[in-house]
């Protein structure tokens, strides 16, 4: 087995796609074949169990520079996206950073929170490059089980996909709407010209993510204390589970539009049905905010 030090040419591989000299250098070094092609619902790994080191591809990774996936003749265009390093890693590891770390150590040092159903302990890391990002998860003995490095993403909340049907992003679209005009957004994010259109309803609700967001309404797009808000409302993370988007469409319109059965009468993308969710979208950020409910994906702590 190579002693050589293969972190430079990992960080240099992620975020590249699988055929450029990077992720070619890679594999060389690593003695593999080059990586496959993903596919939506396949993303292949390259694993090297002796030398610790698990990668993925992927052919979405979401965040803007790489959104949306897409193919080149009948291939989709694939990235290396992230890798695991097992504690028998031997190459450079991030600054601070050591494999006998106990919590009390690696909380001293870094950013602790305690994520998912599983309540996972998990450290943030200094990023090992721009655009990558590092994390590190304790383990069942009290030291690091493994480090993560992987490509920057954001939080999604709502993405209009190429080619999807409009009527299915009726219900997201007056979300983001409701975030532009009740203050939620990033200063800026949204120039004066649409936020104007949507104060004088001169444009559908559904404008603000189609056309002023570019379909995309993520992490990047609203002011930082109500990511965790969003994020957990809109992909249906919330405690209790009926304080989500969905079961309040299903309240208040009968049925999401995307579920609807052929031949259903469709939610119109119309102010008049903005105005009869919009209450509810402020009251959850209400109940939100005085810890009626919360996010069961994101534990401060």
Known sequence: ???EDL???LLDA???RIGDPAATALTAALGKRPFKPATPNNSPWLVDRKRGLEIATSVRIENRAYWPARKEGRVWV????HAFLRPHYRGSLPAGFDWRMDDAALSASFARRVEGVLRAVRFTLPPPRDGLVASAELGDDGRPAHLLIRVAVEREYA???PGSRPENSVEAGFFAAWCALDGLMRE????ARHLDALKSRSVPPSACLVTALGGLLWQADVSPECDAFCFAYMKRLMEPEAAAALPDAREIFGESNFWRKPGEALTQDS???YDRIAPRYALRLAQWRRGEIASKVHFAG
Do not use: Y
């Not at 694939?78 to 996206?81: A, E, L």
């Not at 800026?188 to 120039?191: A, C, E, F, H, P």
């Open 1 to 3: 087995m190579s002693t």
């Open 7 to 9: 972190t430079p040419l």
């Open 14 to 16: 992620l975020g590249k």
């Open 78 to 81: 694939t990235f290396v996206s």
């Open 159 to 161: 993405a209009v996909e």
């Open 188 to 191: 800026g994010r949204i120039d």
């Open 271 to 273: 102010w008049e049905n």
